[in-house]
Protein backbone atom coordinates (compact mmCIF):
# COMPACT_ATOMS: atom_id res chain seq x y z
CA UNK A 1 0.00 0.00 0.00
CA UNK A 2 1.42 3.69 -1.14
CA UNK A 3 0.70 6.63 0.53
CA UNK A 4 1.31 10.68 -0.96
CA UNK A 5 0.99 13.30 1.77
CA UNK A 6 1.00 16.14 -0.11
CA UNK A 7 0.86 18.84 2.28
CA UNK A 8 2.07 18.48 5.74
CA UNK A 9 -0.05 17.36 8.45
CA UNK A 10 1.43 16.53 12.18
CA UNK A 11 4.16 14.11 13.30
CA UNK A 12 1.58 11.89 15.39
CA UNK A 13 -0.50 11.88 11.99
CA UNK A 14 2.17 10.54 10.39
CA UNK A 15 3.41 8.17 13.11
CA UNK A 16 -0.32 6.57 12.64
CA UNK A 17 0.26 5.98 8.63
CA UNK A 18 3.64 4.69 9.33
CA UNK A 19 2.35 2.32 11.59
CA UNK A 20 -0.04 0.97 9.67
CA UNK A 21 3.33 -0.90 7.25
CA UNK A 22 1.77 0.92 4.61
CA UNK A 23 4.83 3.15 2.21
CA UNK A 24 4.38 6.47 3.19
CA UNK A 25 6.00 9.31 0.86
CA UNK A 26 6.19 12.78 2.31
CA UNK A 27 6.48 15.02 -0.63
CA UNK A 28 5.59 18.55 0.05
CA UNK A 29 5.47 21.61 -1.74
CA UNK A 30 5.61 19.21 -4.89
CA UNK A 31 5.02 20.85 -8.52
CA UNK A 32 1.94 20.04 -10.40
CA UNK A 33 3.38 17.87 -12.99
CA UNK A 34 5.82 15.79 -10.28
CA UNK A 35 3.12 15.16 -8.88
CA UNK A 36 0.93 13.92 -11.96
CA UNK A 37 3.26 11.40 -12.89
CA UNK A 38 4.50 10.08 -9.77
CA UNK A 39 0.61 9.52 -8.73
CA UNK A 40 -0.38 6.22 -10.64
CA UNK A 41 1.89 4.46 -8.41
CA UNK A 42 -0.13 5.27 -5.31
CA UNK A 43 -3.26 4.35 -2.79
CA UNK A 44 -4.20 7.03 -1.67
CA UNK A 45 -3.51 10.95 -1.31
CA UNK A 46 -2.95 13.13 1.70
CA UNK A 47 -3.69 16.80 1.42
CA UNK A 48 -4.81 20.36 2.87
CA UNK A 49 -6.21 23.00 0.90
CA UNK A 50 -3.15 24.00 -1.16
CA UNK A 51 -3.39 20.90 -3.71
CA UNK A 52 -6.32 21.01 -6.53
CA UNK A 53 -7.49 17.52 -6.78
CA UNK A 54 -9.81 17.99 -10.00
CA UNK A 55 -10.40 15.73 -12.82
CA UNK A 56 -6.73 15.63 -14.65
CA UNK A 57 -5.39 14.47 -11.32
CA UNK A 58 -8.20 11.76 -11.45
CA UNK A 59 -7.28 10.73 -14.84
CA UNK A 60 -3.56 10.54 -13.26
CA UNK A 61 -4.29 8.72 -10.49
CA UNK A 62 -5.41 5.40 -11.55
CA UNK A 63 -4.45 3.38 -8.67
CA UNK A 64 -5.84 6.20 -5.43
CA UNK A 65 -8.75 4.56 -4.16
CA UNK A 66 -8.88 7.54 -1.31
CA UNK A 67 -8.12 11.10 -1.10
CA UNK A 68 -7.60 11.92 2.67
CA UNK A 69 -8.18 16.00 3.12
CA UNK A 70 -6.57 17.06 6.80
CA UNK A 71 -9.25 19.66 7.03
CA UNK A 72 -12.91 20.22 6.77
CA UNK A 73 -13.13 22.90 3.90
CA UNK A 74 -13.14 20.54 0.30
CA UNK A 75 -13.35 23.33 -2.56
CA UNK A 76 -10.23 22.32 -3.12
CA UNK A 77 -11.63 18.69 -4.48
CA UNK A 78 -13.80 18.04 -7.55
CA UNK A 79 -16.41 16.26 -6.01
CA UNK A 80 -18.05 15.03 -9.22
CA UNK A 81 -14.75 13.54 -10.47
CA UNK A 82 -13.99 11.71 -7.17
CA UNK A 83 -17.38 10.48 -6.99
CA UNK A 84 -17.17 9.39 -10.87
CA UNK A 85 -13.96 7.49 -10.19
CA UNK A 86 -14.67 5.43 -7.29
CA UNK A 87 -12.37 7.65 -5.02
CA UNK A 88 -13.22 8.15 -1.70
CA UNK A 89 -12.89 11.22 0.01
CA UNK A 90 -12.43 11.85 3.79
CA UNK A 91 -12.01 14.91 5.95
CA UNK A 92 -12.00 15.46 9.48
CA UNK A 93 -14.63 17.93 9.60
CA UNK A 94 -14.58 18.85 13.50
CA UNK A 95 -10.96 18.77 14.54
CA UNK A 96 -10.21 22.53 14.10
CA UNK A 97 -13.34 23.59 14.82
CA UNK A 98 -12.36 24.71 18.04
CA UNK A 99 -9.23 26.37 16.46
CA UNK A 100 -11.25 28.26 13.66
CA UNK A 101 -13.34 29.50 16.92
CA UNK A 102 -10.97 31.03 18.28
CA UNK A 103 -8.87 32.40 15.33
CA UNK A 104 -12.61 34.41 14.56
CA UNK A 105 -12.41 35.80 18.13
CA UNK A 106 -9.12 36.55 17.89
CA UNK A 107 -8.98 38.48 15.15
CA UNK A 108 -12.49 40.46 15.69
CA UNK A 109 -10.80 40.99 19.31
CA UNK A 110 -7.38 42.23 17.25
CA UNK A 111 -9.02 44.40 14.84
CA UNK A 112 -11.40 46.39 17.31
CA UNK A 113 -8.39 47.51 19.29
CA UNK A 114 -5.82 47.09 16.23
CA UNK A 115 -3.23 45.46 17.85
CA UNK A 116 -1.68 44.13 15.34
CA UNK A 117 -0.92 47.96 13.99
CA UNK A 118 -0.05 49.06 17.49
CA UNK A 119 2.45 46.07 17.36
CA UNK A 120 3.85 47.11 14.35
CA UNK A 121 4.49 50.90 15.63
CA UNK A 122 6.28 49.81 18.48
CA UNK A 123 8.07 47.79 16.82
CA UNK A 124 9.18 50.85 14.61
CA UNK A 125 10.07 51.96 18.22
CA UNK A 126 7.11 54.71 18.06
CA UNK A 127 5.44 55.05 21.34
CA UNK A 128 1.90 56.55 20.41
CA UNK A 129 -1.53 55.46 21.87
CA UNK A 130 -3.81 58.06 19.48
CA UNK A 131 -3.86 56.19 16.47
CA UNK A 132 -5.13 53.21 18.67
CA UNK A 133 -8.37 53.57 19.81
CA UNK A 134 -10.54 50.74 19.92
CA UNK A 135 -14.16 49.35 20.34
CA UNK A 136 -15.66 47.14 22.35
CA UNK A 137 -17.19 43.63 21.86
CA UNK A 138 -19.67 43.96 24.99
CA UNK A 139 -22.71 44.66 24.57
CA UNK A 140 -22.89 44.68 20.59
CA UNK A 141 -24.81 42.86 18.21
CA UNK A 142 -22.85 40.17 16.23
CA UNK A 143 -24.18 38.81 12.92
CA UNK A 144 -23.37 35.19 11.96
CA UNK A 145 -23.86 33.81 8.52
CA UNK A 146 -23.81 29.91 8.98
CA UNK A 147 -24.86 28.41 12.27
CA UNK A 148 -23.09 25.33 11.57
CA UNK A 149 -19.94 23.89 13.90
CA UNK A 150 -17.11 26.54 13.58
CA UNK A 151 -20.54 29.30 13.97
CA UNK A 152 -22.21 27.66 16.69
CA UNK A 153 -18.71 27.65 18.73
CA UNK A 154 -18.30 31.31 18.17
CA UNK A 155 -22.04 32.29 19.17
CA UNK A 156 -21.75 30.52 22.29
CA UNK A 157 -18.10 31.86 23.25
CA UNK A 158 -19.22 35.94 22.39
CA UNK A 159 -22.08 35.45 24.38
CA UNK A 160 -19.57 35.65 27.15
CA UNK A 161 -18.46 39.06 26.43
CA UNK A 162 -22.23 40.20 26.59
CA UNK A 163 -22.63 40.36 22.68
CA UNK A 164 -26.12 40.27 21.14
CA UNK A 165 -25.39 37.32 18.53
CA UNK A 166 -27.67 37.01 15.74
CA UNK A 167 -27.31 34.23 13.10
CA UNK A 168 -28.78 33.92 9.21
CA UNK A 169 -28.78 30.06 8.11
CA UNK A 170 -31.75 29.02 6.02
CA UNK A 171 -30.45 25.52 5.48
CA UNK A 172 -30.65 24.72 9.72
CA UNK A 173 -33.71 23.78 12.07
CA UNK A 174 -35.30 26.81 14.23
CA UNK A 175 -34.16 24.30 17.11
CA UNK A 176 -30.83 25.09 16.68
CA UNK A 177 -31.18 28.75 16.85
CA UNK A 178 -33.13 27.92 20.17
CA UNK A 179 -29.84 25.77 21.48
CA UNK A 180 -27.36 28.22 21.15
CA UNK A 181 -29.52 31.64 22.31
CA UNK A 182 -29.15 32.93 18.81
CA UNK A 183 -31.50 35.20 17.70
CA UNK A 184 -32.58 34.11 13.82
CA UNK A 185 -32.65 36.18 10.92
CA UNK A 186 -35.03 35.59 7.93
CA UNK A 187 -33.21 37.44 5.23
CA UNK A 188 -29.43 37.94 5.22
CA UNK A 189 -30.50 41.66 4.56
CA UNK A 190 -32.00 41.82 8.47
CA UNK A 191 -28.52 40.57 9.55
CA UNK A 192 -26.31 43.25 7.24
CA UNK A 193 -29.27 45.84 8.95
CA UNK A 194 -28.30 44.88 12.76
CA UNK A 195 -24.95 44.07 12.76
CA UNK A 196 -22.23 45.62 14.55
CA UNK A 197 -19.84 42.63 13.46
CA UNK A 198 -20.48 40.39 11.22
CA UNK A 199 -18.43 36.96 11.11
CA UNK A 200 -19.25 34.30 8.46
CA UNK A 201 -18.78 30.62 8.73
CA UNK A 202 -20.32 28.70 5.57
CA UNK A 203 -18.87 26.60 3.04
CA UNK A 204 -18.04 28.05 -0.05
CA UNK A 205 -20.43 27.24 -2.61
CA UNK A 206 -21.88 28.87 -5.93
CA UNK A 207 -24.31 30.30 -3.58
CA UNK A 208 -21.43 31.97 -0.70
CA UNK A 209 -19.47 33.26 -2.94
CA UNK A 210 -19.27 37.08 -3.36
CA UNK A 211 -22.19 36.79 -0.84
CA UNK A 212 -21.41 39.56 1.42
CA UNK A 213 -20.89 41.82 -1.54
CA UNK A 214 -21.50 45.10 -2.29
CA UNK A 215 -24.97 45.11 -2.23
CA UNK A 216 -25.24 43.83 1.85
CA UNK A 217 -22.26 46.36 2.70
CA UNK A 218 -24.80 49.13 1.93
CA UNK A 219 -26.98 47.68 4.28
CA UNK A 220 -25.25 47.85 6.74
CA UNK A 221 -24.24 50.32 9.36
CA UNK A 222 -21.17 52.34 9.11
CA UNK A 223 -18.69 51.74 11.62
CA UNK A 224 -19.27 47.33 10.90
CA UNK A 225 -16.12 45.23 11.81
CA UNK A 226 -16.07 41.71 9.44
CA UNK A 227 -14.45 38.76 9.70
CA UNK A 228 -13.88 35.92 7.36
CA UNK A 229 -12.29 32.73 8.96
CA UNK A 230 -14.31 30.38 6.39
CA UNK A 231 -12.94 30.88 3.20
CA UNK A 232 -11.61 33.61 0.65
CA UNK A 233 -14.43 34.70 -1.79
CA UNK A 234 -17.33 34.55 0.13
CA UNK A 235 -16.73 38.12 1.25
CA UNK A 236 -16.02 39.92 -2.11
CA UNK A 237 -12.55 41.53 -1.49
CA UNK A 238 -13.10 44.13 -3.91
CA UNK A 239 -16.51 45.17 -2.46
CA UNK A 240 -14.81 44.93 1.09
CA UNK A 241 -12.68 47.39 -0.51
CA UNK A 242 -14.84 49.61 -1.06
CA UNK A 243 -16.63 49.61 1.92
CA UNK A 244 -13.82 50.32 3.51
CA UNK A 245 -13.28 53.07 1.76
CA UNK A 246 -16.97 54.34 2.00
CA UNK A 247 -16.65 54.27 5.74
CA UNK A 248 -18.86 51.36 6.37
CA UNK A 249 -16.33 48.68 7.72
CA UNK A 250 -13.31 50.03 10.02
CA UNK A 251 -12.51 47.32 11.14
CA UNK A 252 -11.94 43.51 10.32
CA UNK A 253 -9.79 40.29 10.25
CA UNK A 254 -9.61 38.44 7.55
CA UNK A 255 -7.68 34.68 7.28
CA UNK A 256 -8.96 33.67 3.63
CA UNK A 257 -8.47 34.99 0.69
CA UNK A 258 -9.84 33.98 -2.76
CA UNK A 259 -6.85 33.02 -5.05
CA UNK A 260 -4.27 31.54 -1.87
CA UNK A 261 -1.60 31.60 -1.63
CA UNK A 262 -2.12 35.15 -1.69
CA UNK A 263 0.04 38.27 -2.29
CA UNK A 264 -2.40 40.73 -4.14
CA UNK A 265 -5.74 41.60 -3.17
CA UNK A 266 -7.42 44.99 -2.50
CA UNK A 267 -7.62 44.43 0.95
CA UNK A 268 -3.82 44.49 1.61
CA UNK A 269 -4.00 48.09 1.37
CA UNK A 270 -6.05 48.42 3.85
CA UNK A 271 -5.09 49.74 7.12
CA UNK A 272 -8.01 48.79 9.26
CA UNK A 273 -8.03 45.28 7.60
CA UNK A 274 -5.45 42.88 9.17
CA UNK A 275 -5.00 39.75 7.16
CA UNK A 276 -3.51 36.67 8.01
CA UNK A 277 -2.59 33.40 5.68
CA UNK A 278 -5.07 30.51 6.61
CA UNK A 279 -3.88 29.81 9.90
CA UNK A 280 -7.04 29.67 11.21
CA UNK A 281 -6.55 25.96 11.91
CA UNK A 282 -3.00 26.31 12.73
CA UNK A 283 -2.94 25.20 16.21
CA UNK A 284 -0.76 22.33 17.77
CA UNK A 285 -4.43 20.85 18.99
CA UNK A 286 -5.75 21.63 16.01
CA UNK A 287 -2.98 19.75 13.57
CA UNK A 288 -2.53 16.90 15.62
CA UNK A 289 -6.44 16.48 15.37
CA UNK A 290 -6.11 16.45 12.07
CA UNK A 291 -3.30 14.77 11.58
CA UNK A 292 -4.32 11.78 13.47
CA UNK A 293 -8.49 11.61 12.45
CA UNK A 294 -7.22 11.83 8.48
CA UNK A 295 -4.88 8.91 9.12
CA UNK A 296 -7.19 7.14 10.48
CA UNK A 297 -9.90 7.73 8.17
CA UNK A 298 -7.60 6.76 5.26
CA UNK A 299 -6.64 3.79 6.73
CA UNK A 300 -9.96 2.48 7.36
CA UNK A 301 -11.03 3.77 3.61
CA UNK A 302 -8.18 1.65 2.03
CA UNK A 303 -9.36 -1.45 4.26
CA UNK A 304 -12.90 -0.93 2.47
CA UNK A 305 -14.22 -0.49 5.55
CA UNK A 306 -17.46 2.09 6.04
CA UNK A 307 -15.75 5.48 7.20
CA UNK A 308 -18.00 8.15 9.17
CA UNK A 309 -16.27 11.50 7.66
CA UNK A 310 -16.43 10.05 3.98
CA UNK A 311 -17.78 13.06 2.02
CA UNK A 312 -19.16 11.73 -0.86
CA UNK A 313 -20.91 8.89 0.51
CA UNK A 314 -23.70 9.21 2.98
CA UNK A 315 -21.99 9.74 6.48
CA UNK A 316 -23.03 7.35 9.33
CA UNK A 317 -22.51 8.27 13.37
CA UNK A 318 -20.10 5.41 14.62
CA UNK A 319 -23.06 4.00 16.76
CA UNK A 320 -25.60 4.14 13.82
CA UNK A 321 -22.70 2.22 11.55
CA UNK A 322 -22.49 -0.58 14.44
CA UNK A 323 -26.22 -1.01 13.94
CA UNK A 324 -26.67 -1.52 10.05
CA UNK A 325 -22.98 -3.52 9.90
CA UNK A 326 -24.45 -6.57 9.24
CA UNK A 327 -27.36 -5.21 6.96
CA UNK A 328 -24.84 -3.56 4.94
CA UNK A 329 -23.42 -7.08 4.32
CA UNK A 330 -26.68 -8.88 3.80
CA UNK A 331 -27.94 -6.07 1.43
CA UNK A 332 -24.47 -7.11 -0.81
CA UNK A 333 -24.58 -10.70 -0.68
CA UNK A 334 -28.60 -10.50 -1.97
CA UNK A 335 -27.22 -8.01 -4.92
CA UNK A 336 -24.65 -10.06 -5.58
CA UNK A 337 -27.01 -13.04 -6.48
CA UNK A 338 -29.18 -10.92 -8.95
CA UNK A 339 -26.69 -11.38 -11.88
CA UNK A 340 -25.46 -14.83 -11.32
CA UNK A 341 -28.79 -16.20 -11.54
CA UNK A 342 -30.34 -13.89 -14.02
CA UNK A 343 -29.36 -12.28 -17.34
CA UNK A 344 -32.22 -9.96 -17.92
CA UNK A 345 -30.90 -6.16 -17.38
CA UNK A 346 -32.21 -4.76 -14.75
CA UNK A 347 -35.14 -1.71 -15.10
CA UNK A 348 -36.21 -1.08 -11.55
CA UNK A 349 -34.79 -2.41 -7.82
CA UNK A 350 -37.35 -1.99 -5.70
CA UNK A 351 -35.89 -2.88 -1.89
CA UNK A 352 -38.26 -3.39 1.04
CA UNK A 353 -37.26 -2.80 4.71
CA UNK A 354 -39.11 -3.81 7.06
CA UNK A 355 -39.18 -4.30 10.94
CA UNK A 356 -36.13 -3.06 13.02
CA UNK A 357 -34.54 -2.44 9.54
CA UNK A 358 -37.04 0.36 8.65
CA UNK A 359 -35.98 2.15 11.82
CA UNK A 360 -31.66 2.65 10.55
CA UNK A 361 -30.08 4.80 8.15
CA UNK A 362 -30.96 2.80 4.80
CA UNK A 363 -29.04 4.94 2.51
CA UNK A 364 -26.01 3.17 3.10
CA UNK A 365 -27.24 -0.57 2.71
CA UNK A 366 -29.26 0.21 -0.64
CA UNK A 367 -25.28 1.69 -2.22
CA UNK A 368 -24.28 -2.32 -0.68
CA UNK A 369 -27.04 -3.54 -2.49
CA UNK A 370 -26.52 -2.02 -5.82
CA UNK A 371 -22.56 -2.57 -5.21
CA UNK A 372 -23.29 -6.10 -4.34
CA UNK A 373 -25.44 -6.10 -7.62
CA UNK A 374 -23.55 -4.35 -10.20
CA UNK A 375 -20.09 -5.75 -9.17
CA UNK A 376 -20.39 -9.29 -11.40
CA UNK A 377 -21.03 -7.98 -14.12
CA UNK A 378 -19.46 -4.74 -14.65
CA UNK A 379 -15.31 -3.91 -15.16
CA UNK A 380 -15.20 -0.73 -13.20
CA UNK A 381 -14.59 -0.84 -9.38
CA UNK A 382 -17.85 -0.43 -8.00
CA UNK A 383 -17.77 0.94 -4.22
CA UNK A 384 -19.98 2.54 -2.00
CA UNK A 385 -19.33 5.96 -3.54
CA UNK A 386 -19.99 5.27 -6.95
CA UNK A 387 -22.46 2.71 -6.77
CA UNK A 388 -25.36 4.95 -6.89
CA UNK A 389 -24.20 7.05 -10.03
CA UNK A 390 -23.03 3.91 -11.43
CA UNK A 391 -26.99 2.31 -10.90
CA UNK A 392 -28.07 5.79 -12.64
CA UNK A 393 -26.00 5.75 -15.48
CA UNK A 394 -27.40 2.18 -16.30
CA UNK A 395 -30.78 3.47 -16.26
CA UNK A 396 -31.59 1.47 -12.90
CA UNK A 397 -34.39 3.24 -10.95
CA UNK A 398 -34.20 2.38 -7.35
CA UNK A 399 -37.20 2.80 -5.16
CA UNK A 400 -36.90 2.04 -1.50
CA UNK A 401 -40.19 1.76 1.19
CA UNK A 402 -40.25 1.25 4.54
CA UNK A 403 -42.64 -1.08 6.44
CA UNK A 404 -42.82 -0.92 10.08
CA UNK A 405 -43.69 -3.85 10.79
CA UNK A 406 -42.77 -7.58 9.46
CA UNK A 407 -45.20 -10.68 10.31
CA UNK A 408 -42.31 -12.76 10.85
CA UNK A 409 -39.08 -11.23 11.56
CA UNK A 410 -37.64 -8.67 13.38
CA UNK A 411 -35.90 -7.21 10.57
CA UNK A 412 -35.52 -7.92 7.08
CA UNK A 413 -34.54 -6.51 3.46
CA UNK A 414 -36.74 -7.94 0.57
CA UNK A 415 -35.21 -6.90 -2.94
CA UNK A 416 -37.42 -7.19 -5.73
CA UNK A 417 -35.64 -7.10 -8.93
CA UNK A 418 -37.73 -6.10 -11.98
CA UNK A 419 -36.65 -6.68 -15.60
CA UNK A 420 -38.01 -6.44 -18.60
CA UNK A 421 -40.11 -9.58 -18.26
CA UNK A 422 -40.04 -10.90 -14.81
CA UNK A 423 -38.91 -9.82 -11.30
CA UNK A 424 -36.86 -11.90 -8.79
CA UNK A 425 -37.10 -11.43 -5.25
CA UNK A 426 -34.89 -12.54 -2.41
CA UNK A 427 -35.33 -11.52 0.65
CA UNK A 428 -32.75 -12.10 4.21
CA UNK A 429 -32.70 -10.85 8.16
CA UNK A 430 -30.23 -10.84 10.58
CA UNK A 431 -30.24 -12.99 13.30
CA UNK A 432 -28.90 -11.78 16.27
CA UNK A 433 -25.77 -9.68 16.31
CA UNK A 434 -24.32 -11.18 13.56
CA UNK A 435 -26.16 -14.24 11.97
CA UNK A 436 -27.10 -13.80 8.56
CA UNK A 437 -29.67 -15.36 6.79
CA UNK A 438 -31.31 -15.85 3.54
CA UNK A 439 -35.23 -16.27 4.08
CA UNK A 440 -36.58 -16.15 0.88
CA UNK A 441 -36.00 -16.21 -3.02
CA UNK A 442 -38.70 -16.19 -5.44
CA UNK A 443 -41.42 -16.94 -3.37
CA UNK A 444 -39.90 -20.21 -1.90
CA UNK A 445 -39.02 -19.67 1.65
CA UNK A 446 -35.49 -20.75 3.87
CA UNK A 447 -33.32 -20.22 6.14
CA UNK A 448 -29.94 -20.68 4.66
CA UNK A 449 -26.34 -19.11 5.65
CA UNK A 450 -24.94 -17.39 2.89
CA UNK A 451 -21.66 -19.45 2.34
CA UNK A 452 -19.30 -18.90 -0.50
CA UNK A 453 -20.13 -22.11 -2.53
CA UNK A 454 -24.10 -22.64 -3.02
CA UNK A 455 -26.45 -24.77 -5.39
CA UNK A 456 -29.86 -23.70 -6.18
CA UNK A 457 -31.59 -26.57 -8.24
CA UNK A 458 -35.25 -25.97 -9.08
CA UNK A 459 -36.79 -29.47 -9.50
CA UNK A 460 -40.22 -31.48 -9.12
CA UNK A 461 -41.75 -31.82 -5.67
CA UNK A 462 -41.17 -35.84 -6.00
CA UNK A 463 -39.88 -38.60 -4.42
CA UNK A 464 -36.09 -39.34 -4.41
CA UNK A 465 -35.05 -35.82 -5.71
CA UNK A 466 -32.59 -35.60 -2.56
CA UNK A 467 -30.94 -38.36 -3.53
CA UNK A 468 -30.80 -38.12 -6.91
CA UNK A 469 -28.39 -34.78 -6.77
CA UNK A 470 -26.93 -35.75 -3.66
CA UNK A 471 -25.37 -38.95 -5.48
CA UNK A 472 -24.69 -36.88 -9.01
CA UNK A 473 -22.83 -34.31 -7.11
CA UNK A 474 -20.90 -37.00 -4.91
CA UNK A 475 -19.62 -39.02 -8.48
CA UNK A 476 -18.30 -35.37 -9.03
CA UNK A 477 -16.25 -35.24 -5.83
CA UNK A 478 -18.77 -31.95 -4.95
CA UNK A 479 -19.36 -32.35 -0.82
CA UNK A 480 -23.04 -30.98 0.26
CA UNK A 481 -22.01 -29.18 3.91
CA UNK A 482 -25.63 -28.33 4.42
CA UNK A 483 -29.40 -28.44 2.57
CA UNK A 484 -32.83 -27.10 2.55
CA UNK A 485 -35.73 -27.87 0.49
CA UNK A 486 -38.83 -25.30 0.02
CA UNK A 487 -42.12 -25.67 -1.88
CA UNK A 488 -45.46 -24.17 -1.95
CA UNK A 489 -47.54 -26.55 -3.37
CA UNK A 490 -46.87 -30.55 -3.11
CA UNK A 491 -46.11 -31.79 -6.24
CA UNK A 492 -45.44 -28.65 -8.10
CA UNK A 493 -41.92 -27.00 -8.67
CA UNK A 494 -39.52 -27.03 -5.06
CA UNK A 495 -36.03 -25.35 -5.02
CA UNK A 496 -33.05 -27.30 -2.99
CA UNK A 497 -30.54 -24.71 -1.57
CA UNK A 498 -26.97 -26.27 -0.80
CA UNK A 499 -24.28 -24.94 1.15
CA UNK A 500 -21.62 -27.02 -0.76
CA UNK A 501 -17.40 -27.33 -0.22
CA UNK A 502 -15.77 -26.59 -3.62
CA UNK A 503 -16.61 -24.61 -7.16
CA UNK A 504 -18.32 -26.88 -9.65
CA UNK A 505 -17.36 -27.13 -13.13
CA UNK A 506 -19.51 -26.14 -15.95
CA UNK A 507 -19.39 -29.75 -16.56
CA UNK A 508 -20.79 -30.55 -13.49
CA UNK A 509 -23.58 -28.13 -13.64
CA UNK A 510 -24.64 -29.64 -17.45
CA UNK A 511 -24.17 -33.40 -15.77
CA UNK A 512 -26.67 -32.59 -12.94
CA UNK A 513 -29.38 -30.82 -15.09
CA UNK A 514 -29.51 -34.28 -17.05
CA UNK A 515 -30.80 -35.81 -13.66
CA UNK A 516 -35.04 -36.58 -14.24
CA UNK A 517 -36.40 -33.76 -12.39
CA UNK A 518 -34.41 -31.02 -12.40
CA UNK A 519 -35.46 -28.20 -14.09
CA UNK A 520 -32.70 -25.84 -13.27
CA UNK A 521 -29.10 -26.00 -11.42
CA UNK A 522 -27.19 -23.17 -10.61
CA UNK A 523 -23.81 -22.00 -8.75
CA UNK A 524 -24.33 -19.32 -6.70
CA UNK A 525 -21.21 -17.48 -5.36
CA UNK A 526 -22.63 -15.78 -2.05
CA UNK A 527 -19.02 -15.02 0.21
N1 LIG B 1 -9.75 29.35 8.34
C1 LIG B 1 -9.56 28.11 8.58
O1 LIG B 1 -8.44 27.65 8.76
C2 LIG B 1 -10.73 27.19 8.65
C3 LIG B 1 -10.71 26.08 9.50
C4 LIG B 1 -11.79 25.22 9.53
C5 LIG B 1 -12.89 25.48 8.73
N2 LIG B 1 -12.89 26.53 7.90
C6 LIG B 1 -14.05 26.87 7.08
O2 LIG B 1 -15.08 27.37 7.94
C7 LIG B 1 -16.32 27.22 7.28
C8 LIG B 1 -17.35 26.65 8.24
O3 LIG B 1 -17.00 25.37 8.66
P1 LIG B 1 -18.00 24.50 9.56
O4 LIG B 1 -17.25 23.30 9.98
O5 LIG B 1 -18.64 25.34 10.58
O6 LIG B 1 -19.07 24.10 8.46
P2 LIG B 1 -20.52 23.49 8.72
O7 LIG B 1 -20.85 22.72 7.51
O8 LIG B 1 -20.62 22.85 10.04
O9 LIG B 1 -21.45 24.80 8.76
C9 LIG B 1 -21.72 25.58 7.65
C10 LIG B 1 -23.07 26.23 7.85
O10 LIG B 1 -23.27 27.14 6.78
C11 LIG B 1 -24.64 27.11 6.44
N3 LIG B 1 -24.83 27.63 5.09
C12 LIG B 1 -24.57 27.02 3.91
N4 LIG B 1 -24.92 27.84 2.90
C13 LIG B 1 -25.41 28.97 3.45
C14 LIG B 1 -25.93 30.17 2.91
N5 LIG B 1 -26.02 30.36 1.60
N6 LIG B 1 -26.34 31.12 3.76
C15 LIG B 1 -26.25 30.95 5.10
N7 LIG B 1 -25.79 29.83 5.67
C16 LIG B 1 -25.37 28.84 4.85
C17 LIG B 1 -25.01 25.64 6.58
O11 LIG B 1 -26.40 25.49 6.73
C18 LIG B 1 -24.22 25.24 7.81
O12 LIG B 1 -25.01 25.35 8.98
C19 LIG B 1 -16.05 26.37 6.06
O13 LIG B 1 -15.93 27.19 4.94
C20 LIG B 1 -14.72 25.74 6.36
O14 LIG B 1 -14.03 25.36 5.20
C21 LIG B 1 -11.83 27.41 7.87
O1 LIG C 1 -5.32 23.11 6.77
C1 LIG C 1 -5.64 23.80 5.83
O2 LIG C 1 -4.95 23.90 4.81
C2 LIG C 1 -6.95 24.57 5.86
C3 LIG C 1 -7.65 24.47 7.16
C4 LIG C 1 -9.08 24.86 7.10
O3 LIG C 1 -9.34 25.89 6.24
C5 LIG C 1 -10.01 23.73 6.82
O4 LIG C 1 -10.87 23.86 5.97
O5 LIG C 1 -9.90 22.73 7.52
Known amino acids: MKIIVAE ?3 DKGMEVLQASGAQVDLK ?3 PREELLEIIPAYDAIVV ?10 FAHATSVKVVGRAGNGVDNIDMTAATKHGVIVVNTPDANSVSAAEHTIGLMLASSRKSPQANMAMKNRIWDRSPFTGTELYRKTVGIVGLGRIGALVATRLQAFDMKVIAYDPYIADSRFEKFGVEKKETLAELMQEADFLTVHTPKTKETLGMIGKEQFA ?12 RGGIVDEEALAWAAAE ?10 LKD ?6 PLFDLEHIILTPHIGADTVEAQDNVGVSIAHEVLSALRGEVVPNAVNMPTLQRQELEQVKQSLKLGEIMGKCYYQLNKEPVEQLEIIYSGETAKMETEM ?3 AVLKGLMEPVIQEKVNYVNAGLLAKNRGIEVVESKIADNEHYLNFIQLK ?3 KEKTFTIGGTVFGKNELRIAEINGFVFDVIPTDYMLIAENIDQPGMIGKIGTMLGQNNINIATMQVSRNVQGEKAMMFMAIDSEPTEEDLAKITTVDGILKVQFLQMG
Not at 247 to 256: E, H, K, N, R, Y
Not at 260 to 265: D, I, L, N, V
Open 8 to 10: KIS
Open 28 to 30: LKI
Open 48 to 57: RSATKIDEEF
Open 219 to 230: LAKKGLHIVNCA
Open 247 to 256: GIVTAGGIDV
Open 260 to 265: EPATTS
Open 365 to 367: ITL
Open 417 to 419: VHS
